[in-house]
């Protein structure tokens, strides 16, 4: 048995219900197969990949709060720093029911190579809780945040761990939690990405990850000999990440045509109306059942469907395994072009290998999405400075750092006989460059 498969049944073995860990993990190990195989003596010794696959440390904790009726409730925290070979950890908060230990390795194990890939000095970590704020009162969801902190403040800092947001958690959230840290600690420092701009946050910073994933697009179309302009694009969810990826699209020429949230999804034929987006989602926290209210034209569907509608580019941008392979088979009978994940991990692994086997160029999320972690990482620059910078300036960094970025994917895939396949040339760009970092630091 090759060392690769040696340790995805190891991970298995040790982690059984964690499969959306198993998952990140085989696909990371399978693209990188062919550098493993070419240095198995070393990295075997060396124990390379068990070091790679397995937390520096986790965290799990109790979060008790009490609610507007005096109601004390407890959810479960949760912290992975996995690697810091490059730099400090760096990785959201995910606030969901959804969440455990499970989806905050695969997660943490995903930014691992996200961040590697940015070309910034910032390692993977993530964290989260199973806290619902959806139907919370600010109080409530200050009180969670509070509670939250007070724990976690333990473990993080501005050279150690710099959590940002993620599902769940915006800037409301962000800005509870910083203001608990700095209480306890007595330090105001970068130690928190996603702030409000009054408080060290950093213009361009909610559009980033959203912006990045059509700079990313944009780049891997022209490679292939497109343009963006005048595509029909669908896209998935209705949070930060679509609404932005809405926006810059359709600023580059292109119709975005779909948005989706829990309940349901919408189809524009004139295009969505990011104005009308922006008000329903972050202004009035409503549900997209309100959408045809300022767009009588278009069409309110109830459960899932976006990829069933004819387009050119399909961006999943809502939450991990959204995309099955029915759902690729779909897109691939309507002449899909491409696909680039918005989300983390949104793809299932059988749709992505029948999106690529059917010739569609494919974007993984590790790579697609990095915009975000990538201008979080700018915010701690100009933290660390004092600094605030313009708008332009940020926008304008994070379009080098994602166009440098879909380079040097293409060029990796290309070095090791994969010309074309994002997947492998993501995983192989960020993993060598944290194998060299973690050869260089010795067994630690």
Known sequence: MSYVDEVIDQVIAQNPTEKEFHQAVKEVLDSIRVVVDANEEQFRRDALLERLVNPERQFKFRVPWVDDNGQVHVNTGYRVQFNSAIGPYKGGIRLHPSVNIGIIKFLGFEQIFKNSLTGLP??????????????????????????????????????????AGDIGTGAREIGYMFGQYKRIRGLFEGTLTGKGLSYGGSLARTEATGYGLLYLTDAMLKRNGMDIKGKTVLVSGSGNVAIYATEKAQQLGAKVVTVSDSTGWVYDPDGIDVAALKEIKEVKRARLTEYKNYRPNSEYHEGRGVWTVKADIALPCATQNELNIDDAKALVANGITAVAEGANMPTTAEATEYLQENNVLFAPGKAANAGGVATSALEMSQNSERLSWSFEKVDSMLKDIMVNLFNNIDNAATKYGF????????????FEKVVDAMNAQGIV
């Open 122 to 163: 910032i390692g993977g970590g993530k964290g989260g809780s199973d806290f619902d704020p959806k139907g919370k009162s600010d109080r409530e969801i200050m009180a969670f945040c509070q509670s939250f902190m007070t724990e976690l403040c333990k473990y993080i800092g501005a050279d150690t761990d710099v959590p």
């Open 419 to 430: 010309e074309g396949n994002y997947v492998v040339g993501a995983n192989i760009a960020g």
